[in-house]
């Protein structure tokens, strides 16, 4: 194990971390919100492999990741209207329909991607990476903190936004009246089902950003089911952040450490077999769930649908 | 208890238009008239009292004026125009604010926030100006709040200033406050009776909703009684201003559970009472919480042959003792005694081996398994019992002609035992439970609210199964917020007001007197303690 802290073995890690990180960091800052003002989005794993597969498609035919962003966006708000029409409209089981949602979304994304190129993955050239001269050059720290793409610091910068928006103006304690006690917000003049909608698309946009940052930026590709339960992971994340966007920050970190390090460890060449490194992410997940699950403060009327005046 | 009435300017309020008028409003429920045809008006400067018992269409009114609701006929108005309120949005706009009976807070926010709830999401809170406001509020109407407190931290009195803060924030010109002293001590419904004045001083409208017939007489200006959903009188400013309190209260009462001109007289059953002692309770007690409310001290005695009757407003404490009574709740203190046994400790299901039945008035959700059959809920009670079950194998043959037995027995209207009984309507759900509670040696049953939601025939019917089960010589205890129905059918009528028995009173078929004497007792004006012997 004395080869382990090596720089290429760091390295590869704080990268590998970063790139795995952003995903699950974009997904639960987007389920938080959703989870504050009262809706459970389970359908976000299907939000983000839509972003996954409508960011990919567009950016492979325009040769633009910007626009391949976008196009991840959209896919993620298209597949919530559908969870805020029959969820919070409608107010049909969220779990069921958050189920559905996801499973349609593999079954439909895997579908097109066979009918448009068959059998064959192809790749996006990589993408341009931030160089801030001095910093990027650092050793160990230089390309992993400081060379990465610019929608790695705009996730950064969603985080801080966040909190601040939470915590300094009406939005916050309107998403958490809508989540903790909606009858309240309702009888106050607010808009419960309103902002619930606007909760539920602020999910599919993060997750659909998300997804086409692991496609685009990521892999580099497109490949049915890839998202792998990131965005379940982003679940977790936003139950056990009690509501604050620098705990998913925190959260995503060590998850995305975790899953990067069976890559560092095989680049580091260590002999611990594969099948064990392979099994870490899922133990942190285990061990994170054991020492932490009870913190988890769930608002009161989480995955209750709202209607005025029911007793 | 200052007269209320001084604070109404010189001009006669009866000349002046209301802030809001209710007219011709009809609201139905599925299977329920909530408000029938009531027109009302409320006048600025006033404590207008809305009093009636639960059930008397007091809330639905509330949620009418507050935009939850909208009436199926009749509509409202605002300074004598026609009004549409068809949601709280459009109710806040036309100036009303309302204090729900229950806490309309998010506990977990910040007072500062629970005050400016509602507001557009991407505003900053308006600190600097709620702040001067509150303190302005905190010389006028000593409403003091600590803006940074977080709300399920407070005290529930305190809560309620926060919700009366909330409406004068936002300049109401209505403040309707909904039974507001259900949760504060006598001191501060006393305090609150005082607010309200000031606020009228102020120029406000405030419609005070409560079943306390006291607090309608010290902080009422104008007092409406409904009864059933209908409007069943009103005592003017004038009116009210000349009465002494027990002549007021004597006239609410009158008005709350006298009987209706024209509904014919039920007629009384002839006492079946044995001198045998069956059941005995003593000093039963349980523990009471923010929404149960627990009982004190219930001391009863029933022998066999007997119908003891349980009046009271619905939620003094009725289903806590017939729950207590059956071992569903668990007991601070006393003693229950079957035919001289101690049956305190025994189990749910030991009393029902014992013979102490329970009919519970939630025949849904406690009594029954909406989606399992007939026949599998007449023997929900005995699972794992023998005949049933032998050798702890189910005998669906067995059970399935008990259950028809059973059907034919209690006439029971349905396809066949293997129908689920969700299916069947609340007089069949209701024979079939009774059914089960009268299987094997059954000594005493407790009926909570048996005919409570059955149609007229149906009624009857239960009446008179009722009265059979004391003749066969068990002991019947007979929980209901009919009074005519415990007029009808008890030897003798316990009085619940509050989780305690404020009297027991001898049905003597003395009629209108008795009835008035336990209205008055259901409404905790009179403390009438007998003898339970």
């Known amino acids: 194990m004395s080869g382990l802290l090596t720089e290429a073995f760091l390295s590869s890690l704080l990268t590998g971390a970063i790139v795995a990180a952003i995903p699950i960091l974009l997904a639960g800052l987007g389920e938080q919100m959703s989870e504050k003002a009262g809706v459970l989005n389970i359908g976000i794993e299907g939000m983000m492999l839509m972003g996954a597969y409508v960011g990919f498609l567009v950016a492979f035919e325009t040769n633009s990741l910007w626009l391949g962003f976008l196009g991840g966006i959209l896919g993620g708000v298209l597949t919530a209207i559908v969870m805020a029409v029959l969820c919070v409209r409608l107010g049909l089981n969220q779990i069921v329909i958050g189920i559905g949602l996801t499973l349609g979304v593999e079954g439909l994304t895997a579908l097109l991607h066979h009918f448009q190129f068959s059998r064959t993955y192809p790749r996006l050239p990589a993408p341009e990476r931030l160089n801030i001269p001095g910093l990027t050059d650092l050793p160990v720290i230089g390309p992993s903190l400081f060379g990465r793409h610019l929608i790695v610091y705009l996730a950064l910068i969603a985080v801080v936004v966040l909190a601040y928006l939470y915590r300094r103006t009406n939005l916050g304690m309107t998403l958490s009246a809508a989540g903790e006690r909606p009858a309240a917000l309702d009888v106050a003049g607010g808009n419960v089902l309103g902002i619930r909608v606007v909760a539920v698309l602020f999910t599919g946009a993060m997750a659909g950003l998300g997804g086409a940052y692991l496609a685009n930026i990521g892999a580099g590709l497109f490949i049915p089911f890839m998202t792998g339960g990131a965005g379940f992971i982003g679940i977790v994340l936003a139950m056990l952040a009690r509501g604050r966007p620098l705990w998913v920050l925190i959260g995503s970190l060590i998850f995305g450490a975790a899953l990067s390090l069976t890559t560092a460890l095989q680049v580091a060449g260590s002999n611990i077999p594969t099948d064990v490194i392979q099994m870490l992410p899922f133990a942190a997940v285990m061990l994170v769930l054991v020492l932490f699950g009870r913190r988890a403060k769930l608002p009161a009327a989480l995955g209750a649908a709202y209607e005025r005046g029911a007793r | ?533």
Request: no cysteine; glycine share 10%; charged share 25%.
């Open chain 2, 1 to 533: 208890m200052s007269n209320a009435s001084e604070t109404v300017t010189s001009l006669s309020s009866e000349t002046r238009a209301g802030v809001i008028g209710v007219h011709g409003v009809t609201k139905r429920f599925p299977g329920v008239i909530a408000v029938n045809n009531v027109s009302l008006t409320f006048h600025q400067g006033e404590v207008h009292v809305l009093l009636g018992e639960n059930g008397a269409g007091k809330s639905t009114l509330v949620g009418i004026l507050s935009g939850l609701q909208e009436p199926d006929e009749g509509y409202l108005s605002l300074n004598g125009k026609k009004i549409r309120l068809a949601s709280p949005s459009a109710s806040l706009d036309a100036g009303i604010s309302t204090v729900f009976q229950h806490s309309m807070l998010v506990p977990t926010l910040t007072v500062l926030e629970n005050l400016t709830l509602g507001a557009p999401w991407y505003e900053r809170p308006p600190r600097a100006r709620i702040a001067a406001r509150m303190e302005e509020l905190k010389r006028e109407f000593a409403l003091s709040l600590p803006l940074d407190a977080i709300v399920g931290e407070l005290s529930l009195g305190q809560q309620q200033q926060i919700e009366i803060a909330r409406a004068l924030l936002r300049d109401s010109k209505v403040l309707i406050l909904d039974e507001a002293t259900s949760m504060l001590t006598p001191q501060g419904a006393h305090e609150l009776g005082e607010r309200m004045q000031k606020l009228v001083k102020s120029g406000l409208a405030v419609i005070f909703i409560t079943h306390k017939l006291a607090e309608a007489y010290r902080y009422g200006n104008r007092i409406s009684v409904l009864k059933q959903g209908a409007l069943a009188g009103e005592m003017v400013p004038d009116q009210l201003k000349s009465m002494s309190e027990d002549q007021a209260v004597d006239e609410i009462v009158r008005l709350m559970f006298g009987r209706e001109a024209g509904a014919g007289s039920t007629e009384q059953r002839n006492s079946t009472k044995r001198d045998d002692t069956v059941l005995k309770l003593e000093n039963l007690s349980t523990q009471g919480d923010a929404d149960v409310m627990g009982i004190a001290d219930i001391s009863l005695i029933l022998q066999a042959g007997e119908i003891v009757g349980v009046a009271g407003i619905d939620g003094n404490g009725q289903k806590q003792l017939a729950e207590a009574m059956a071992g569903q709740r668990p007991l601070n203190s006393g003693r229950v005694e079957l035919d001289g046994e101690d049956i305190t400790s025994a189990t749910v299901a030991q009393r029902r081996r014992k013979g102490l039945r329970y009919l519970t008035d939630d025949r849904l959700a406690e009594g029954s398994v909406a989606a399992f059959p007939i026949s599998e809920n007449t023997v929900l009670k005995d699972i794992g019992q023998p005949p049933f079950w032998v050798n702890g194998l189910e005998r669906p043959q067995r059970i399935a002609q008990h259950a028809r037995e059973l059907i034919a027995r209690f006439s029971v209207h349905a396809p066949g035992e293997t129908t689920p009984i969700g299916r069947l309507s609340g007089g069949n759900i209701q024979k079939v439970l009774l059914g089960r509670e009268l299987l094997g040696e059954a000594r005493v049953v407790v009926f909570n609210k048996p005919t409570y939601g059955l149609d007229l025939k149906n009624i009857d019917t239960s009446r008179q199964r009722i009265s059979e089960i004391a003749e066969r010589g068990l002991a019947v205890l007979l929980i209901s917020t009919d009074l005519d129905e415990l007029m009808a059918l008890s030897d003798r009528i316990a009085v619940m007001e509050g989780g305690r028995i404020r009297g027991i009173v001898k049905n003597d078929g003395s009629g209108e007197a008795l009835r008035l004497r336990i209205g008055r007792m259901m409404a905790g004006e009179e403390d009438y303690k007998q003898a339970t012997a």
